[in-house]
Protein backbone atom coordinates (compact mmCIF):
# COMPACT_ATOMS: atom_id res chain seq x y z
CA UNK A 1 0.00 0.00 0.00
CA UNK A 2 1.33 3.40 -0.72
CA UNK A 3 1.91 5.80 1.65
CA UNK A 4 0.30 8.88 0.43
CA UNK A 5 -1.67 9.24 -2.43
CA UNK A 6 -1.32 12.81 -3.97
CA UNK A 7 -3.52 15.10 -5.71
CA UNK A 8 -5.02 18.36 -6.81
CA UNK A 9 -8.66 19.39 -7.04
CA UNK A 10 -8.30 20.85 -10.93
CA UNK A 11 -10.20 19.46 -13.58
CA UNK A 12 -9.79 21.21 -17.06
CA UNK A 13 -12.72 19.76 -18.29
CA UNK A 14 -14.47 21.63 -16.13
CA UNK A 15 -12.64 24.90 -16.50
CA UNK A 16 -14.27 26.75 -20.01
CA UNK A 17 -11.77 29.77 -19.50
CA UNK A 18 -8.81 27.02 -19.58
CA UNK A 19 -10.47 25.60 -22.47
CA UNK A 20 -10.22 28.64 -24.38
CA UNK A 21 -6.94 29.16 -23.54
CA UNK A 22 -5.77 25.82 -23.65
CA UNK A 23 -2.34 26.46 -21.85
CA UNK A 24 -2.27 24.00 -18.90
CA UNK A 25 0.53 23.42 -16.56
CA UNK A 26 0.46 20.43 -14.03
CA UNK A 27 0.84 21.81 -10.03
CA UNK A 28 4.75 21.90 -9.25
CA UNK A 29 4.42 21.97 -5.38
CA UNK A 30 2.59 18.04 -5.89
CA UNK A 31 5.88 17.23 -7.90
CA UNK A 32 8.18 18.58 -5.48
CA UNK A 33 6.50 16.62 -2.54
CA UNK A 34 6.72 13.37 -4.44
CA UNK A 35 10.20 14.03 -5.31
CA UNK A 36 11.21 14.36 -1.72
CA UNK A 37 9.28 12.07 -0.21
CA UNK A 38 10.41 9.19 -2.64
CA UNK A 39 13.84 10.23 -1.63
CA UNK A 40 12.83 9.55 1.91
CA UNK A 41 12.16 5.99 0.91
CA UNK A 42 8.38 6.80 1.45
CA UNK A 43 5.75 5.41 -1.36
CA UNK A 44 3.81 7.71 -3.54
CA UNK A 45 1.44 7.39 -5.69
CA UNK A 46 0.23 11.00 -7.98
CA UNK A 47 -3.09 11.15 -9.49
CA UNK A 48 -2.99 14.01 -11.76
CA UNK A 49 -6.63 15.57 -11.88
CA UNK A 50 -6.18 17.85 -14.76
CA UNK A 51 -6.80 16.09 -17.82
CA UNK A 52 -9.23 13.51 -16.18
CA UNK A 53 -12.98 13.44 -14.67
CA UNK A 54 -14.15 13.64 -10.83
CA UNK A 55 -15.23 10.22 -11.66
CA UNK A 56 -12.42 8.54 -12.36
CA UNK A 57 -11.16 9.77 -9.08
CA UNK A 58 -13.62 9.24 -7.02
CA UNK A 59 -13.32 5.40 -8.31
CA UNK A 60 -10.32 5.37 -7.01
CA UNK A 61 -10.98 6.51 -3.88
CA UNK A 62 -13.72 3.72 -3.80
CA UNK A 63 -11.26 0.96 -4.80
CA UNK A 64 -8.13 2.03 -2.71
CA UNK A 65 -10.05 3.00 0.54
CA UNK A 66 -8.33 3.79 3.53
CA UNK A 67 -5.22 5.51 2.58
CA UNK A 68 -4.16 9.07 3.49
CA UNK A 69 -4.49 11.66 0.49
CA UNK A 70 -2.75 14.72 0.24
CA UNK A 71 -4.83 17.53 -1.55
CA UNK A 72 -3.17 20.33 -3.10
CA UNK A 73 -5.93 23.01 -2.69
CA UNK A 74 -5.82 27.12 -4.26
CA UNK A 75 -8.03 29.75 -4.86
CA UNK A 76 -9.99 28.39 -7.70
CA UNK A 77 -10.69 24.69 -6.65
CA UNK A 78 -12.81 24.77 -3.31
CA UNK A 79 -15.86 23.19 -4.51
CA UNK A 80 -13.97 20.63 -6.47
CA UNK A 81 -11.92 19.81 -3.18
CA UNK A 82 -14.46 19.67 -0.67
CA UNK A 83 -16.10 17.17 -2.98
CA UNK A 84 -13.14 15.08 -2.95
CA UNK A 85 -12.77 15.48 0.69
CA UNK A 86 -16.63 13.83 0.98
CA UNK A 87 -16.15 11.26 -1.33
CA UNK A 88 -12.76 10.37 0.61
CA UNK A 89 -13.57 10.46 4.04
CA UNK A 90 -16.81 8.28 3.23
CA UNK A 91 -14.30 5.55 1.81
CA UNK A 92 -12.35 5.75 4.97
CA UNK A 93 -9.28 8.15 3.70
CA UNK A 94 -7.20 11.07 5.92
CA UNK A 95 -7.23 13.52 3.82
CA UNK A 96 -3.93 16.07 4.03
CA UNK A 97 -4.80 19.41 2.78
CA UNK A 98 -1.78 21.88 1.26
CA UNK A 99 -1.27 24.92 -0.55
CA UNK A 100 -2.33 28.55 -0.53
CA UNK A 101 -6.11 28.24 -0.28
CA UNK A 102 -6.17 25.64 2.61
CA UNK A 103 -3.44 27.85 4.46
CA UNK A 104 -6.37 30.79 4.64
CA UNK A 105 -9.34 28.54 5.74
CA UNK A 106 -7.92 26.09 7.65
CA UNK A 107 -10.64 25.58 9.93
CA UNK A 108 -13.17 26.26 6.95
CA UNK A 109 -11.52 22.84 5.48
CA UNK A 110 -11.46 20.79 9.06
CA UNK A 111 -14.61 21.50 9.93
CA UNK A 112 -16.14 20.35 6.59
CA UNK A 113 -13.97 16.85 6.85
CA UNK A 114 -10.10 17.16 6.32
CA UNK A 115 -8.13 15.82 8.82
CA UNK A 116 -5.00 18.06 8.61
CA UNK A 117 -3.77 21.26 6.96
CA UNK A 118 -0.62 21.67 6.41
CA UNK A 119 0.33 25.31 6.23
CA UNK A 120 3.55 26.27 4.03
CA UNK A 121 6.03 24.14 2.29
CA UNK A 122 4.69 20.39 2.39
CA UNK A 123 8.22 18.56 1.64
CA UNK A 124 9.21 18.19 5.22
CA UNK A 125 6.11 18.36 6.85
CA UNK A 126 4.91 15.69 5.44
CA UNK A 127 8.02 13.57 6.05
CA UNK A 128 6.96 13.94 9.44
CA UNK A 129 3.35 13.78 9.05
CA UNK A 130 3.24 10.74 7.80
CA UNK A 131 4.96 8.42 10.07
CA UNK A 132 3.40 10.43 12.81
CA UNK A 133 -0.38 9.60 10.97
CA UNK A 134 0.42 5.74 11.19
CA UNK A 135 1.48 5.54 14.67
CA UNK A 136 -0.61 8.40 16.28
CA UNK A 137 -3.73 9.07 14.82
CA UNK A 138 -4.67 12.24 13.04
CA UNK A 139 -6.02 13.32 16.18
CA UNK A 140 -2.77 13.16 18.17
CA UNK A 141 -0.39 15.25 15.93
CA UNK A 142 0.43 18.00 18.75
CA UNK A 143 4.19 19.13 17.79
CA UNK A 144 4.08 18.39 14.51
CA UNK A 145 5.03 21.43 13.29
CA UNK A 146 3.65 23.26 10.35
CA UNK A 147 0.35 21.84 10.65
CA UNK A 148 -3.07 22.35 11.56
CA UNK A 149 -6.02 19.38 12.67
CA UNK A 150 -8.76 18.50 15.47
CA UNK A 151 -8.17 17.05 18.24
CA UNK A 152 -10.42 14.18 19.85
CA UNK A 153 -12.46 17.04 21.70
CA UNK A 154 -13.07 18.79 18.17
CA UNK A 155 -10.87 21.55 19.12
CA UNK A 156 -8.74 23.09 16.53
CA UNK A 157 -4.78 22.48 17.59
CA UNK A 158 -2.52 24.85 15.03
CA UNK A 159 0.96 23.62 15.78
CA UNK A 160 3.71 25.47 15.62
CA UNK A 161 5.34 27.25 12.25
CA UNK A 162 7.80 24.78 10.17
CA UNK A 163 10.96 27.00 9.16
CA UNK A 164 11.30 26.92 5.60
CA UNK A 165 13.95 24.57 3.63
CA UNK A 166 16.93 27.31 3.36
CA UNK A 167 18.81 25.50 0.60
CA UNK A 168 16.59 24.85 -2.17
CA UNK A 169 19.48 23.37 -4.17
CA UNK A 170 19.02 20.46 -2.00
CA UNK A 171 15.31 18.90 -2.74
CA UNK A 172 15.04 16.95 -5.63
CA UNK A 173 13.64 18.48 -8.44
CA UNK A 174 9.80 18.17 -9.30
CA UNK A 175 8.82 14.47 -9.90
CA UNK A 176 7.52 14.98 -13.42
CA UNK A 177 8.28 10.90 -14.20
CA UNK A 178 4.95 10.50 -12.10
CA UNK A 179 2.51 12.27 -14.22
CA UNK A 180 1.93 12.27 -18.33
CA UNK A 181 3.79 15.30 -19.01
CA UNK A 182 3.81 14.82 -22.81
CA UNK A 183 0.01 15.15 -22.80
CA UNK A 184 0.77 18.75 -21.37
CA UNK A 185 2.74 19.30 -24.13
CA UNK A 186 0.89 17.65 -26.65
CA UNK A 187 -2.16 20.11 -25.80
CA UNK A 188 0.45 23.18 -26.19
CA UNK A 189 1.36 22.01 -29.01
CA UNK A 190 -2.05 21.89 -30.78
CA UNK A 191 -3.56 24.59 -29.65
CA UNK A 192 -0.28 27.19 -30.21
CA UNK A 193 2.24 25.38 -31.89
CA UNK A 194 4.40 24.91 -29.15
CA UNK A 195 5.14 22.39 -26.49
CA UNK A 196 6.09 24.15 -22.92
CA UNK A 197 7.07 22.87 -19.06
CA UNK A 198 6.87 24.89 -16.30
CA UNK A 199 10.19 24.90 -13.55
CA UNK A 200 10.76 27.62 -10.75
CA UNK A 201 14.10 29.16 -9.58
CA UNK A 202 12.90 30.83 -6.73
CA UNK A 203 10.30 30.54 -3.69
CA UNK A 204 8.36 33.88 -2.78
CA UNK A 205 8.56 37.44 -3.11
CA UNK A 206 9.91 39.61 -0.84
CA UNK A 207 7.42 42.64 -2.05
CA UNK A 208 4.30 43.84 -0.09
CA UNK A 209 1.41 44.35 -2.69
CA UNK A 210 -1.52 44.63 -0.53
CA UNK A 211 -3.92 42.63 -2.54
CA UNK A 212 -1.35 39.41 -3.09
CA UNK A 213 -1.47 36.21 -1.18
CA UNK A 214 1.86 34.90 0.85
CA UNK A 215 0.36 32.29 1.99
CA UNK A 216 2.75 29.85 1.20
CA UNK A 217 5.85 31.15 1.27
CA UNK A 218 5.35 34.69 3.33
CA UNK A 219 7.84 37.55 2.57
CA UNK A 220 10.85 35.37 2.23
CA UNK A 221 12.68 35.24 -0.96
CA UNK A 222 15.08 32.11 -1.51
CA UNK A 223 16.56 31.62 -4.61
CA UNK A 224 17.98 28.32 -6.26
CA UNK A 225 21.54 27.89 -7.49
CA UNK A 226 22.33 29.21 -10.71
CA UNK A 227 23.71 25.83 -11.94
CA UNK A 228 20.98 23.65 -10.41
CA UNK A 229 18.30 25.57 -12.52
CA UNK A 230 20.85 25.13 -15.91
CA UNK A 231 20.71 21.59 -14.98
CA UNK A 232 17.19 21.40 -14.46
CA UNK A 233 16.78 23.25 -17.76
CA UNK A 234 18.96 21.20 -19.31
CA UNK A 235 17.19 17.80 -18.40
CA UNK A 236 13.85 19.51 -19.29
CA UNK A 237 15.20 19.83 -22.51
CA UNK A 238 16.88 16.36 -23.13
CA UNK A 239 14.02 14.29 -21.74
CA UNK A 240 10.50 16.28 -22.56
CA UNK A 241 12.28 18.14 -25.74
CA UNK A 242 9.53 21.22 -25.06
CA UNK A 243 9.73 24.11 -27.75
CA UNK A 244 9.69 26.62 -25.09
CA UNK A 245 9.66 27.14 -20.82
CA UNK A 246 7.16 28.62 -18.42
CA UNK A 247 9.70 30.33 -15.20
CA UNK A 248 6.84 30.45 -12.72
CA UNK A 249 8.70 32.57 -10.32
CA UNK A 250 6.74 35.71 -8.55
CA UNK A 251 9.40 38.30 -9.91
CA UNK A 252 11.66 36.45 -12.26
CA UNK A 253 14.27 39.35 -12.83
CA UNK A 254 14.35 40.03 -9.34
CA UNK A 255 18.48 39.21 -8.69
CA UNK A 256 20.15 40.94 -11.37
CA UNK A 257 23.50 39.10 -10.85
CA UNK A 258 21.76 35.70 -10.37
CA UNK A 259 20.27 36.21 -13.79
CA UNK A 260 23.55 37.36 -15.72
CA UNK A 261 24.92 34.37 -14.32
CA UNK A 262 22.09 31.67 -15.50
CA UNK A 263 21.72 33.16 -18.86
CA UNK A 264 26.04 33.12 -19.32
CA UNK A 265 25.19 29.05 -18.01
CA UNK A 266 22.74 28.59 -20.37
CA UNK A 267 24.45 30.30 -23.07
CA UNK A 268 27.85 28.27 -22.22
CA UNK A 269 26.08 24.98 -22.64
CA UNK A 270 24.07 26.17 -26.10
CA UNK A 271 20.36 25.94 -24.05
CA UNK A 272 18.50 28.25 -25.62
CA UNK A 273 14.52 27.68 -25.18
CA UNK A 274 11.73 30.33 -25.76
CA UNK A 275 10.61 31.29 -22.83
CA UNK A 276 7.63 33.28 -21.14
CA UNK A 277 7.84 34.70 -17.50
CA UNK A 278 6.37 37.30 -14.89
CA UNK A 279 8.19 40.04 -13.60
CA UNK A 280 8.14 43.70 -11.95
CA UNK A 281 9.07 46.98 -13.85
CA UNK A 282 11.39 48.12 -11.00
CA UNK A 283 13.32 44.92 -11.63
CA UNK A 284 13.76 45.80 -15.22
CA UNK A 285 14.86 49.20 -15.24
CA UNK A 286 18.03 48.34 -17.52
CA UNK A 287 18.97 47.66 -20.97
CA UNK A 288 21.19 44.91 -19.89
CA UNK A 289 18.59 42.80 -17.96
CA UNK A 290 16.46 42.95 -21.15
CA UNK A 291 19.44 42.82 -23.73
CA UNK A 292 19.98 39.02 -21.45
CA UNK A 293 16.31 38.13 -20.98
CA UNK A 294 15.91 38.31 -25.18
CA UNK A 295 19.23 36.44 -25.76
CA UNK A 296 18.08 33.94 -23.14
CA UNK A 297 15.03 33.50 -25.84
CA UNK A 298 12.39 35.58 -23.53
CA UNK A 299 9.31 36.23 -26.11
CA UNK A 300 7.34 37.72 -23.73
CA UNK A 301 7.62 38.86 -20.33
CA UNK A 302 4.07 39.62 -18.13
CA UNK A 303 4.03 42.87 -16.21
CA UNK A 304 1.69 43.75 -13.14
CA UNK A 305 0.59 46.69 -14.29
CA UNK A 306 -2.38 46.95 -12.55
CA UNK A 307 -3.29 50.79 -12.73
CA UNK A 308 -1.87 53.73 -14.99
CA UNK A 309 -3.05 56.31 -12.07
CA UNK A 310 0.63 56.32 -9.32
CA UNK A 311 -2.16 57.75 -6.63
CA UNK A 312 -3.70 53.32 -7.41
CA UNK A 313 -0.38 51.86 -7.48
CA UNK A 314 0.93 53.88 -4.37
CA UNK A 315 -2.44 52.71 -2.56
CA UNK A 316 -1.61 49.11 -3.41
CA UNK A 317 1.94 49.42 -2.00
CA UNK A 318 2.71 48.37 -5.41
CA UNK A 319 6.60 50.12 -5.31
CA UNK A 320 6.55 50.89 -9.02
CA UNK A 321 5.58 53.83 -11.01
CA UNK A 322 4.09 54.34 -14.15
CA UNK A 323 6.57 55.89 -15.80
CA UNK A 324 8.52 52.41 -14.66
CA UNK A 325 5.93 50.57 -16.33
CA UNK A 326 6.03 52.64 -20.00
CA UNK A 327 9.78 52.57 -19.93
CA UNK A 328 10.17 48.68 -19.22
CA UNK A 329 7.02 47.97 -21.98
CA UNK A 330 8.92 50.39 -24.87
CA UNK A 331 12.23 48.97 -23.81
CA UNK A 332 11.18 45.52 -23.84
CA UNK A 333 9.32 45.72 -27.89
CA UNK A 334 12.85 47.45 -28.34
CA UNK A 335 14.52 44.43 -27.62
CA UNK A 336 11.75 41.95 -29.11
CA UNK A 337 10.14 40.84 -26.25
CA UNK A 338 6.48 41.23 -26.36
CA UNK A 339 4.82 42.60 -23.22
CA UNK A 340 1.97 41.05 -21.43
CA UNK A 341 0.21 43.41 -19.36
CA UNK A 342 -2.26 42.27 -15.88
CA UNK A 343 -4.98 44.98 -14.87
CA UNK A 344 -6.91 45.64 -12.38
CA UNK A 345 -10.62 47.56 -12.08
CA UNK A 346 -11.86 48.36 -8.67
CA UNK A 347 -8.90 48.47 -5.94
CA UNK A 348 -10.02 50.78 -3.12
CA UNK A 349 -10.17 54.41 -4.14
CA UNK A 350 -10.10 54.35 -7.77
CA UNK A 351 -12.22 56.74 -9.33
CA UNK A 352 -13.07 58.06 -12.58
CA UNK A 353 -10.05 59.91 -12.99
CA UNK A 354 -7.95 56.54 -11.95
CA UNK A 355 -10.00 54.67 -14.87
CA UNK A 356 -9.11 57.66 -17.39
CA UNK A 357 -5.56 57.36 -16.12
CA UNK A 358 -5.55 53.62 -16.46
CA UNK A 359 -6.89 54.43 -20.05
CA UNK A 360 -4.05 57.08 -21.26
CA UNK A 361 -1.66 54.39 -19.94
CA UNK A 362 -2.19 51.33 -21.55
CA UNK A 363 -2.51 53.95 -24.98
CA UNK A 364 0.95 55.01 -24.10
CA UNK A 365 2.44 51.62 -23.12
CA UNK A 366 0.82 49.61 -25.69
CA UNK A 367 1.05 46.52 -24.84
CA UNK A 368 0.49 43.53 -27.36
CA UNK A 369 -1.81 41.97 -24.69
CA UNK A 370 -3.42 42.83 -21.34
CA UNK A 371 -5.61 41.32 -19.16
CA UNK A 372 -8.63 42.54 -16.94
CA UNK A 373 -9.36 41.61 -13.39
CA UNK A 374 -12.05 43.55 -11.42
CA UNK A 375 -10.19 43.04 -7.74
CA UNK A 376 -10.98 40.58 -5.09
CA UNK A 377 -9.81 40.61 -1.86
CA UNK A 378 -7.92 37.37 -0.99
CA UNK A 379 -8.48 36.24 2.83
CA UNK A 380 -5.03 37.20 5.05
CA UNK A 381 -4.14 40.04 2.75
CA UNK A 382 -3.77 43.67 3.79
CA UNK A 383 -6.31 44.58 0.85
CA UNK A 384 -8.39 41.65 2.47
CA UNK A 385 -7.92 43.61 5.82
CA UNK A 386 -9.09 46.89 4.57
CA UNK A 387 -12.45 46.26 2.99
CA UNK A 388 -12.91 43.29 6.01
CA UNK A 389 -16.18 45.13 7.27
CA UNK A 390 -17.36 45.32 3.79
CA UNK A 391 -16.37 42.15 2.29
CA UNK A 392 -19.35 39.69 1.35
CA UNK A 393 -20.50 36.69 -0.46
CA UNK A 394 -23.04 35.92 -2.67
CA UNK A 395 -23.56 32.10 -2.16
CA UNK A 396 -22.26 30.20 0.49
CA UNK A 397 -18.47 29.60 1.26
CA UNK A 398 -18.76 26.16 -0.07
CA UNK A 399 -19.78 27.12 -3.13
CA UNK A 400 -18.17 30.16 -4.58
CA UNK A 401 -14.14 31.12 -4.05
CA UNK A 402 -12.32 34.85 -2.69
CA UNK A 403 -12.90 35.30 -6.27
CA UNK A 404 -16.42 35.68 -5.57
CA UNK A 405 -16.16 38.04 -2.91
CA UNK A 406 -18.18 41.37 -3.07
CA UNK A 407 -17.48 44.79 -1.40
CA UNK A 408 -20.70 46.41 -0.34
CA UNK A 409 -20.76 50.19 -1.56
CA UNK A 410 -18.04 49.67 -4.73
CA UNK A 411 -19.29 49.72 -8.23
CA UNK A 412 -21.22 47.41 -9.60
CA UNK A 413 -19.56 44.52 -12.41
CA UNK A 414 -21.75 46.69 -14.68
CA UNK A 415 -19.53 49.72 -14.30
CA UNK A 416 -16.40 47.41 -14.46
CA UNK A 417 -17.43 45.89 -17.53
CA UNK A 418 -18.12 49.20 -19.28
CA UNK A 419 -15.14 50.38 -18.05
CA UNK A 420 -13.21 47.77 -20.01
CA UNK A 421 -15.23 48.10 -23.06
CA UNK A 422 -14.09 51.43 -22.32
CA UNK A 423 -10.59 50.62 -22.29
CA UNK A 424 -10.38 48.27 -25.41
CA UNK A 425 -12.09 50.43 -27.73
CA UNK A 426 -10.06 53.59 -26.79
CA UNK A 427 -6.50 50.82 -27.33
CA UNK A 428 -8.08 49.58 -30.86
CA UNK A 429 -8.77 53.33 -31.85
CA UNK A 430 -5.55 54.50 -30.97
CA UNK A 431 -4.00 51.31 -33.19
CA UNK A 432 -5.99 52.48 -36.27
CA UNK A 433 -5.46 56.03 -35.88
CA UNK A 434 -2.29 55.71 -38.82
CA UNK A 435 -3.92 52.55 -40.93
CA UNK A 436 -7.74 52.96 -40.96
CA UNK A 437 -8.69 56.68 -39.35
CA UNK A 438 -12.54 55.44 -40.36
CA UNK A 439 -12.36 52.47 -38.18
CA UNK A 440 -10.48 54.32 -35.60
CA UNK A 441 -13.44 56.70 -35.72
CA UNK A 442 -16.11 53.98 -35.36
CA UNK A 443 -13.80 52.37 -32.11
CA UNK A 444 -13.34 55.85 -30.62
CA UNK A 445 -17.62 55.77 -30.68
CA UNK A 446 -17.91 53.15 -28.88
CA UNK A 447 -15.58 53.67 -26.44
CA UNK A 448 -17.57 57.22 -25.62
CA UNK A 449 -20.61 55.15 -25.89
CA UNK A 450 -18.91 52.24 -23.40
CA UNK A 451 -18.38 55.88 -20.95
CA UNK A 452 -21.86 56.83 -21.22
CA UNK A 453 -23.02 53.29 -20.01
CA UNK A 454 -20.72 53.32 -17.31
CA UNK A 455 -21.51 56.63 -15.93
CA UNK A 456 -24.78 55.69 -16.38
CA UNK A 457 -24.86 52.78 -13.86
CA UNK A 458 -22.49 55.27 -11.79
CA UNK A 459 -24.99 54.99 -8.57
CA UNK A 460 -25.16 51.14 -9.12
CA UNK A 461 -23.04 49.68 -5.99
CA UNK A 462 -22.83 45.92 -5.41
CA UNK A 463 -24.97 44.69 -2.74
C1 LIG B 1 2.56 30.12 -11.95
C2 LIG B 1 1.29 30.60 -11.28
C3 LIG B 1 0.15 30.68 -12.04
C4 LIG B 1 0.08 30.21 -13.47
C5 LIG B 1 -0.34 28.75 -13.47
C6 LIG B 1 0.55 27.95 -14.34
C7 LIG B 1 1.27 26.91 -13.55
N1 LIG B 1 0.55 25.96 -12.98
O1 LIG B 1 2.46 26.96 -13.43
C8 LIG B 1 -1.06 31.09 -14.04
C9 LIG B 1 -0.48 32.40 -14.53
C10 LIG B 1 -1.91 30.47 -15.14
C11 LIG B 1 -1.84 31.35 -12.75
C12 LIG B 1 -3.17 31.65 -12.74
C13 LIG B 1 -3.85 31.96 -11.59
N2 LIG B 1 -3.33 32.13 -10.37
CO1 LIG B 1 -1.53 31.67 -9.92
N3 LIG B 1 0.22 31.43 -9.34
C14 LIG B 1 1.29 30.98 -9.91
C15 LIG B 1 2.49 31.05 -8.96
C16 LIG B 1 3.28 32.32 -9.31
C17 LIG B 1 3.44 29.87 -8.95
C18 LIG B 1 2.81 28.49 -8.69
C19 LIG B 1 3.91 27.52 -8.41
O2 LIG B 1 4.31 26.76 -9.26
N4 LIG B 1 4.49 27.55 -7.17
C20 LIG B 1 5.62 26.73 -6.76
C21 LIG B 1 5.19 25.56 -5.87
C22 LIG B 1 6.43 24.81 -5.43
O3 LIG B 1 4.54 26.09 -4.72
P1 LIG B 1 3.12 25.56 -4.25
O4 LIG B 1 2.32 25.16 -5.40
O5 LIG B 1 2.52 26.53 -3.33
O6 LIG B 1 3.47 24.22 -3.42
C23 LIG B 1 4.03 24.19 -2.12
C24 LIG B 1 3.03 24.33 -0.96
O7 LIG B 1 1.84 24.97 -1.31
C25 LIG B 1 2.80 22.94 -0.47
N5 LIG B 1 1.79 22.11 -1.13
C26 LIG B 1 1.32 22.14 -2.37
N6 LIG B 1 0.47 21.14 -2.60
C27 LIG B 1 0.38 20.43 -1.47
C28 LIG B 1 -0.35 19.28 -1.15
C29 LIG B 1 -0.24 18.76 0.13
C30 LIG B 1 -1.02 17.55 0.48
C31 LIG B 1 0.59 19.39 1.09
C32 LIG B 1 0.66 18.83 2.45
C33 LIG B 1 1.31 20.53 0.77
C34 LIG B 1 1.22 21.03 -0.50
O8 LIG B 1 4.06 22.33 -0.70
C35 LIG B 1 4.57 22.78 -1.97
C36 LIG B 1 6.06 22.69 -1.98
O9 LIG B 1 6.63 23.30 -0.86
C37 LIG B 1 1.76 31.17 -7.59
C38 LIG B 1 2.52 31.93 -6.54
C39 LIG B 1 3.59 31.05 -5.95
N7 LIG B 1 4.78 31.56 -5.88
O10 LIG B 1 3.38 29.89 -5.59
C40 LIG B 1 0.46 31.88 -7.98
C41 LIG B 1 -0.81 31.64 -7.16
C42 LIG B 1 -0.91 30.17 -6.81
N8 LIG B 1 -1.88 32.00 -8.10
C43 LIG B 1 -2.85 32.64 -7.56
C44 LIG B 1 -4.01 33.11 -8.25
C45 LIG B 1 -4.96 33.99 -7.44
C46 LIG B 1 -4.22 32.78 -9.58
C47 LIG B 1 -5.47 33.16 -10.41
C48 LIG B 1 -6.79 32.99 -9.70
C49 LIG B 1 -5.25 34.58 -10.91
C50 LIG B 1 -6.41 35.17 -11.69
N9 LIG B 1 -6.93 36.26 -11.21
O11 LIG B 1 -6.82 34.63 -12.69
C51 LIG B 1 -5.31 32.20 -11.62
C52 LIG B 1 -6.04 30.86 -11.37
C53 LIG B 1 -5.74 29.85 -12.43
C54 LIG B 1 -6.31 28.49 -12.11
N10 LIG B 1 -7.18 27.99 -12.99
O12 LIG B 1 -6.02 27.88 -11.09
C55 LIG B 1 -2.65 32.82 -6.07
C56 LIG B 1 -3.47 31.82 -5.26
C57 LIG B 1 -4.02 32.44 -4.00
C58 LIG B 1 -4.83 31.46 -3.24
N11 LIG B 1 -5.17 31.82 -2.03
O13 LIG B 1 -5.18 30.41 -3.69
C59 LIG B 1 -1.09 32.63 -5.96
C60 LIG B 1 -0.58 32.10 -4.62
C61 LIG B 1 -0.48 34.04 -6.29
C62 LIG B 1 -0.60 35.04 -5.20
N12 LIG B 1 0.49 35.36 -4.55
O14 LIG B 1 -1.66 35.59 -4.91
N13 LIG B 1 -1.04 31.20 -11.67
S1 LIG C 1 2.12 40.88 -6.75
FE1 LIG C 1 4.07 40.08 -7.44
S2 LIG C 1 5.57 41.59 -6.72
FE2 LIG C 1 3.69 41.99 -5.59
S3 LIG C 1 3.93 40.85 -3.68
FE3 LIG C 1 2.82 39.52 -5.13
S4 LIG C 1 4.36 38.28 -6.13
FE4 LIG C 1 5.40 40.01 -5.15
Not at 18 to 36: D, F, N, R, V
Not at 101 to 118: C, I, M, Q, T
Not at 339 to 355: C, K, P, Q, S
Not at 437 to 455: D, V, Y
Request: proline share 4%; aromatic share 10%; charged share 25%.
Amino acid sequence: MTDVLLTHGYFLNEDEKEQAIMKPYPPLGLLYISAYLRRGGFSVALFDSTFTRRAVLFERLQREAGGVLGLYTNLMTRQPVLDIIRVAKANGWTVVLGGPESANYPVEYLRRGADVVVIGEGEETLSELLPALATRGSQRLHGVVGTVFQDESGAIVINPERPQIANLDSIPWPDRAQIDLSHYIDVWRQHHGMGSVNLITARGCPYKCRWCSHAVFGFSHRRRSYLDCADEVEHIKTVYQPDQVWYADDVFTIHRSWLLKFAAELKRRHLRLPFETISRADRMMREDILATLAEMGCYRIWIGSESGSQRILDAMERGVTVEQVQWVTKAAQRHGIQVGMFLMWGYEGEELADIAATIEHVKQCNPDIFFTTVAYPIMHTPYYDTVADRVGLLEDWDTSTDRHHVIRGRHSRAYYKYADQWLRHEVAAFRLEAADPIAALQQRHEAQQAQCAMLAVDAEVEA
